[in-house]
C-alpha cells in the first residue's frame, strides 16, 4: 500500500529532473557513440589489409598534384577582395546564401538545401544566371541576380571590413 501511496504523489523537481536525465541520456548515449565512431573511422588508416601505411603512400593524389599547381598562400586571405568581381560576389553569395539555407530556414533547413542555396547564389551572384535561361524567365533572374549580387557585394564589403581589423591589431 506504500508503493500505491507514492505512485499517487505529484513528482518531485528531483524526480522531474531525473526522469529528464534519463531520457536524454539514450539521444546523448547515441550521438556519443556516432561520434567516437565517426572520429575512429577518419584516424584509422585506410588500409585493407591492417598493415601499417608508410608515409609516402599515406599522401593521396590530391596533394602530390596540389604541390606543384595552384599558387595558393594563406597570407592571400588577409588582403581585401574587390566587391566588383563577379567572381568574388559569387562566392560570397554562395556564402550567403548556404548559410541562409543551412541556418535560418526552418523546416527544410539541413546540409541539402545549404548546398542548393549555395549552387543557386553562385550562379547568380556571378551573373550567370540570366545567361543560361531562356528570354521569357529573363525578368524573373534578373531580379534574383540583382538580389545575389547585393548580398554578395553586402558580403564582401563585411570580408573588406573584418580584414582591415584584423590588419591593423
Known sequence: SSCLALSVLPP???????VYVMA??????MCLAVTFAALYLLCQTTNFVGGKV???????????????????KAEDLTK????????????SAAFFFAHLGYL??????GITLA???????????????SKSLSTENQETANSVESVAIAAGQNSAKLWNFVI????SA
Do not use: C, T
Not at 536524454?24 to 548515449?29: E, Q
Not at 581585401?80 to 562566392?91: A, F, H, K, L, Q
Not at 582591415?164 to 590588419?167: R, S, T
Open 12 to 18: 518531485s523537481s528531483a524526480q522531474k529532473f531525473l
Open 24 to 29: 536524454r541520456s539514450r539521444s546523448l548515449a
Open 54 to 72: 608508410s608515409p609516402a603512400q599515406h599522401i593521396s593524389s590530391v596533394a602530390r598534384s596540389a604541390e606543384g599547381g595552384l599558387d595558393f
Open 80 to 91: 581585401p577582395v574587390d566587391i566588383n568581381d563577379d567572381e568574388v560576389v559569387g562566392r
Open 104 to 109: 535560418i530556414i526552418p523546416v527544410l533547413k
Open 115 to 129: 548546398a542548393v542555396f549555395a549552387a543557386a547564389g553562385y550562379f547568380a551572384g556571378s551573373r550567370r544566371l
Open 164 to 167: 582591415e581589423k584584423v590588419n
